[in-house]
């Protein structure tokens, strides 16, 4: 609960500014931009140039590749769950498939990694994480893409964001050795003004994320009528199955202890706000994407602490 409850606070700042009109919502594009393009960027390339655990192949491979491969099963048991509940196409269903099917990899993540793996000082555990969302964004954008439009030809340019960008230059210059340029030590005087800058900007990124999901969820909460089928699927798929196949995966895969550790943080996780914009982009339902990631995200403040203290000890043995 202690690694739990800053992230729902920060959330809650984000209602509460939302609800006294100092974060309007003709703001909220805007910081969204400023997150994604610069402040999440930064902290990505802080913590992943130089990392020692993001210049190994087997992390950097198997991050990726159940990034990707855990989200593509995670939609799977979002469309057989569907399928059962009676979810049809043209009035939610592909939708729910990408709603449920993808955890909120990032910015509820962050906070609770570094409390729970980082405390002791040593936070590289968030490059891993960092490589492990690339996967994340891979599926997203490819395959969630195509279950929404039936096409993806037109979309791979999306893959050129800033945080996918970042990884993709973090890992590279961490491995051919030019992260030395912009290390505190090794850099030089100009390599250590950029990288306190760098590391300023990147600390930003998670508050003001979490803030602005706060106010996107005030934003939409009450303008979408609850669906009692598409809660209770949500909590199915997002809160009971996937966390079990996320833990076996942690559990019983050759895996490093930081991806292992990465993967029980990514497992308890409520459903991720991206599938409401890209809904809104092309032409889903985003009330559908709405009362998921409201239904996961409430029930999560009790079974994330259950779920954790569980997984510890079961991938941890």
Not at 32 to 53: A, E, M, Q, R, S
Not at 120 to 135: E, P, R
Not at 219 to 232: A, H
Not at 278 to 296: E, I, K, L, N
Request: with cysteine.
């Amino acid at each position: 609960m202690q690694a739990v409850l800053p992230v729902y606070l920060l959330a809650a700042v984000g209602m509460i500014l939302h609800r006294a009109r100092v974060i309007e919502k003709e703001m909220e594009k805007g910081i969204l931009k400023l997150v994604i393009h610069c402040l999440y960027p930064c902290l990505i390339l802080d913590k992943t140039l130089g990392n020692p655990l993001v210049r190994q192949f087997d992390i950097v491979a198997w991050g990726i590749g159940l990034g990707c491969g855990l989200i593509v099963i995670g939609m799977l048991c979002s469309w057989l769950i569907g399928s059962i509940a009676g979810l049809q196409s043209g009035t939610g269903k592909r939708t729910f498939i990408l709603a449920g099917g993808v955890q909120n990899f990032g910015y509820t993540a962050i906070p609770i990694l570094a409390a729970l793996f980082a405390s002791s000082g040593d936070d590289s555990v968030l490059g891993v994480l960092f490589v492990h969302s690339l996967g994340v964004e891979i599926a997203i954008w490819i395959i969630g893409i195509m279950v929404m439009t039936g096409t993806v030809s037109k979309n791979l340019k999306l893959l050129l964001n800033g945080p996918i960008v970042a990884v993709i230059l973090g890992v590279g210059l961490s491995w051919t050795g030019g992260w030395t340029l912009f290390d505190p030590e090794l850099g030089g005087f100009i390599g250590r003004m950029i990288r306190q800058t760098m590391s300023w900007l990147g600390a930003c990124a998670f508050p003001l994320g979490l803030m602005l999901i706060g106010a996107t969820m005030m934003d939409l909460v009450g303008k979408e009528r609850l669906s009692m089928k598409i809660g209770i699927s949500a909590l199915l798929v997002r809160l009971l199955i996937m966390p079990l196949i996320f833990l076996c995966a942690a559990r019983y895969l050759p895996l490093a202890t930081a991806l292992k550790q990465v993967l029980l943080v990514q497992a308890v996780m409520p459903a991720a706000v991206t599938p409401i914009i890209v809904a809104r982009h092309y032409g889903g339902s985003p009330g559908v994407a709405v009362q998921t990631v409201v239904a996961t995200s409430v029930a999560a403040l009790i079974t994330m602490p259950l779920w954790i203290r569980w997984g510890m000890k079961f991938v941890f043995p």
